[in-house]
């Protein structure tokens, strides 16, 4: 029952959410062109990190963990979001990746990609000490606060590299969610996932984009479900396949290598939009 509860509450305010996103006088702010050429717009984005963390924290075990999914989830959400607005700038254009943004810092100016990788960061690193560790050692406890963190803010940028494509993010936070949200605590997750399914049609058939502040987001929200969780050994091993990944993705393309499987190309494309003749 507290499954069904917390996904339907996410999938209620996410869907509540994006309607009002879109009734803003200035939502025409938010329209943006995808790689179909196709104008869909980045409400998708607000509508999910909304929708996202009400429904975790409504999940939620224990008070803690409500507040490290409403600390992950929001921050994630809202420095994404000033990404996405402040980055279409021409003069942020500039500036990619990660060490694009510290190049720029070297040069005295705080770009807009840099307030959302610090804000991440500090929010995963507040979620992860709330949701704590069970090691009784205070470094212990600090190294577990330390890799929690560093899971959170990887989890947030794994989503948001995969955001490329349609129903891309989307998908890999079910596959990512769905054994966390089967498992003890579920109810959590199973919040964060009924945010995702309200919104995927709509992600699908190019209506909206998640931008960063819906994938950054989701990612973190599942960083902190699992990170609650794991132990010292589990936060290891997430965290060195996330850098892994991440690391991988500043030298290979991640669309090229789902475009070259055939199996990974048919559930990517699976239920989206066919390009217009």
């Known amino acids: 029952m507290a499954l069904l509860r917390s996904f339907g509450i996410g999938a209620i305010v996410a869907r509540t959410a994006l309607g009002w996103v879109r009734r803003d006088p200035n939502a025409g702010d938010l329209r943006r062109t995808n790689f179909h050429g196709r104008t869909v717009t980045l409400a998708g984005g607000p509508a999910l990190a909304l929708g996202a963390t009400a429904g975790a924290a409504s999940g939620a075990a224990t008070p803690r963990l409500a507040a490290a999914a409403v600390t992950a989830g929001a921050v994630a959400g809202a420095v994404g979001f000033y990404d996405d607005v402040v980055g279409n700038r021409p003069e942020e254009k500039a500036f990619k990746g990660f060490a694009g943004h510290l190049g720029a810092l070297r040069e005295g100016r705080v770009t807009s990609g840099l307030v959302k990788i610090a804000g991440v960061g500090a929010a995963g690193l507040v979620a992860s000490a709330l949701v704590g560790s069970e090691r009784r050692s205070r470094f212990g406890r600090g190294a577990d606060v330390l890799l929690g963190a560093g899971v959170i803010a990887g989890t947030a940028n794994l989503l948001n590299l995969l955001d490329l494509r349609p129903g891309r993010a989307l998908k890999a936070g079910t596959i990512l969610g769905t054994p966390l949200a089967l ?61 892994s990944l991440t690391a991988a993705s500043e030298q290979i393309s991640f669309t090229k290598v789902i475009q070259d499987t055939p199996w990974l190309r048919a559930v990517d494309e699976l239920g989206r939009r066919p390009p217009e003749a």
């Open 183 to 243: 498992g003890r605590g579920g109810a959590m997750t199973a919040g964060t996932l009924g945010a995702g399914a309200a919104l995927l049609p709509a992600d699908l058939n190019e209506e909206i984009m998640l931008g960063d502040s819906g994938a950054n987001a989701l990612g973190a929200l599942l960083g902190v479900a699992f990170t609650a969780r794991a132990g010292t050994a589990g936060r290891v091993a997430a965290l060195a396949v996330l850098a």
